[in-house]
């Protein structure tokens, strides 16, 4: 399995305190939603820890990456700037610490989640979003059904982003829009 601790110290060098303490938050929501939801909570905890290993890396540490790897190019662009931190910390977790390929999919899309998500997915994805540091209109209301009914938790939290994001003019990135309609269209009311 993984060494947590030894994740933590890798991870700690390339994320400011803000991000850090976030993501063992993220951690932390991960567990509590694992157990709720009989899902494995070794992979939640080390892919709420990871999830945003890279979200702070500048500009050129991500061309790097994304020509290294062959990404996609289009992940540098404005309407992607939320993919691509996902995408390039699944590549390292991957190489780093040989995580699974659910785990590396959950981590990929945390800002956005994908259709047919697994329950390791929308664990990550919920717990980004409703952990204890995290603080916006309607987050309780998100909290609370994040215990009730998963689907119906995340279509709200897409839903809220979607209506923040449109509020400061943000283009939107076409896969949470892509989740969203299956959600909605796979969840019965």
Known sequence: MWNIEEIKKDIRSNLSDYRYNHSLRVMEEAERLAKHYHADIEKCKVCGLTHDMCKEFTREENEKIIEEY??????LNSENKNLAHGFIASILVSEKYNFTSDMILAIRYHSTGYPNMDILAKIIYLADKIEKGKDYPGIEEER?????????AIILCLNNQIKHLKEKNIVINKMGYKTLKFLEESTIN
């Open 70 to 75: 062959n990404l996609p190019k289009e992940l």
């Open 144 to 152: 609370y059904l994040a215990y009730k009914n998963i689907d119906k």
